[in-house]
Each structure stands twice: as structure tokens, then as C-alpha cells.
């Protein structure tokens, strides 16, 4: 069974940093591009970021670019998002996904696979 296993959220003071973690498990994910995404209430889901198990550069949404920091640990089937400088518009409910391809990076239709989500909420 696939799975995609974020973990890290939290209500964070604006300012503050976090860092979110999505275990992956159930299948070889060599091949696939992993993202971020997230989804504000009330607001479409949101691509972030996106990383392949390989050297390739990582991708960037540009609202977050130099703030937001993508990498992962292969021997852990882990991929983890660096968020720093919170600001209040960084609320949302931050996804993990898996990318089967190489195309679409930026668009959440493209993955297969998804988390459950994990909840960033910043705070004054």
C-alpha cells in the first residue's frame, strides 16, 4: 500500500521557521517527482515545490523561492520542506505528492499519489 506520510506542522509565531517532513513507502519511488503543495481555506491547492531522488534542481514556486527550501534523504524515503520567515498568507494545509513523470511538476493533477496533509498555521 502507497503512502505518503507528512509530519512538522504547527502553529508557528510569524517569523518562525518549521520544517515538514513526507515519508514515502510502499512502492519504488526512483522515477517520481515529489512536491509540495498547499491549500489555504477557501483557496485552490497551491503548488510549493518539487524534488526528484536524482542531482536534478529542485523547482520553486516563485512566491516561495527564497524562503522555502525542498530536499530529501533517499535513504530514508523522505522529503522534507524547509519553511522560513512564516508569514500569515503561509497558512494552509501543507500536501505531499508523488509525480509518476517529469511533465506537469507545477500541476497537481499530474501526481499520483497524495498525503493527508499537514497543518501550518501562523500566528501574530
Known amino acids: 500500500q502507497v503512502q505518503l506520510v507528512e509530519s512538522g506542522g504547527g502553529s508557528v509565531q510569524a517569523g518562525g521557521s518549521l520544517r515538514l517532513s513526507c515519508v514515502a513507502s510502499?512502492?519504488?519511488?526512483?522515477?517520481?517527482?515529489m512536491g509540495w503543495f498547499r491549500q489555504a481555506p477557501g483557496k485552490e491547492r497551491e503548488f510549493v515545490a518539487a524534488?526528484?531522488?536524482?542531482?536534478?534542481?529542485?523547482y520553486y514556486s516563485d512566491s516561495v523561492k527564497d524562503r522555502f527550501t525542498i530536499s530529501r534523504d533517499g535513504a530514508k524515503n523522505t522529503v522534507y520542506l524547509q519553511i522560513n520567515s512564516l508569514n500569515l498568507d503561509d497558512t494552509a494545509v501543507y500536501y505531499c505528492?508523488?509525480?509518476?513523470?517529469?511533465?506537469?511538476?507545477?500541476?497537481?493533477?499530474?501526481?499520483?499519489?497524495w498525503g493527508q496533509g499537514t497543518q501550518v498555521t501562523v500566528f501574530l
Open positions: 505528492a508523488a509525480n509518476p513523470t517529469r511533465v506537469r511538476v507545477t500541476t497537481a493533477g499530474a501526481y499520483e499519489y
Open positions: 510502499g512502492r519504488t519511488f526512483g522515477s517520481y517527482v
Open positions: 524534488i526528484t531522488w536524482s542531482l536534478d534542481p529542485p
